[in-house]
């Protein structure tokens, strides 16, 4: 079995292939995520790579509301994601417990956090663009595991809808998308 850091560079890498071949028309594209386009939901995973590198490191948390991507968006995403995957290889990182806004929890826990809203926006931008996230079934699986574990005693208002329906026979990326409360329509 692949090590918690190897699992989140996986998934950069599926991720990180998706946003390569974003189109220069894409970029503006509505997605599952109904308040985001594309570019949008790009800037929250780079903005997402540098809040939790500012809370393992324990630096100032970056400016809300900033464009992160400029003119490259893909090397934006590259930086961000190269710095927080270096930042979880740490030793000791995974064990030790943080504290942020939503409360405290290990490396290993916040690792998780990030690879499960990092394959659903994956899979965001997959529906919106038409390039498939090529997220291996087992990673995903893994991720499905943890947030229907940690989101099952919490509210959902203000972060995620309603587990919507889906086949229990879907790609694990389906069902983690509906899970989080994406409208998954049968493969056909």
Known sequence: MATPSEDLARAYEAVGDLIAEIRPEQWKAPTPC??????????????????????????????????????????????????????????????????GPMGSATGAERLQIRLYDLLAHGWDLAQATGVPVRVPEDLAERSLTFVRVQLSPQPRTGRFAEPQPVEESAPAIDRLAAFLGRSVLPQL
């Open 34 to 99: 109904t308040e985001w386009n594309v570019r949008e939901v790009v800037d929250h995973l780079v903005g997402m790579d540098l809040v939790f590198v500012a809370l393992i490191e324990g630096g100032p948390m970056p400016d809300r509301g900033a464009d992160r991507l400029g003119d490259d968006p893909v090397g934006a995403w590259r930086a961000s994601s190269a710095s927080l995957q270096a930042v979880f290889s740490r030793p000791g990182v995974l064990e030790r417990s943080y504290t």
